[in-house]
C-alpha cells in the first residue's frame, strides 16, 4: 500500500466519522477532490 492510499483511507475515516456519510460516499468525495487537486496542478 502506497502513501497516497493510507492518506486516502485516513480521510475517508475521518470523514466517515465527522460527516456521518457512509463509507462509499466519503470515498467518492475524497477521490473527487483529489481529481479537482490534479486538475488545478496541470
Same mark, same amino acid.
Given at each position: 500500500?502506497? &502513501? *497516497? %492510499?493510507?492518506?486516502? =483511507?485516513? $480521510?475517508?475515516?475521518?470523514?466517515?466519522? /465527522? *460527516?456521518? =456519510?457512509? %463509507? !462509499?460516499? &466519503? *470515498? !467518492? /468525495?475524497? $477521490?473527487? !477532490?483529489? =481529481?479537482? $487537486?490534479?486538475?488545478? =496542478? *496541470?
Amino acid at each position: 500500500m502506497d &502513501a *497516497t %492510499q493510507k492518506l486516502v =483511507e485516513k $480521510l475517508v475515516e475521518r470523514r466517515v466519522q /465527522n *460527516t456521518g =456519510e457512509s %463509507q !462509499a460516499v &466519503a *470515498t !467518492a /468525495n475524497v $477521490l473527487a !477532490a483529489f =481529481e479537482k $487537486l490534479k486538475k488545478i =496542478e *496541470t
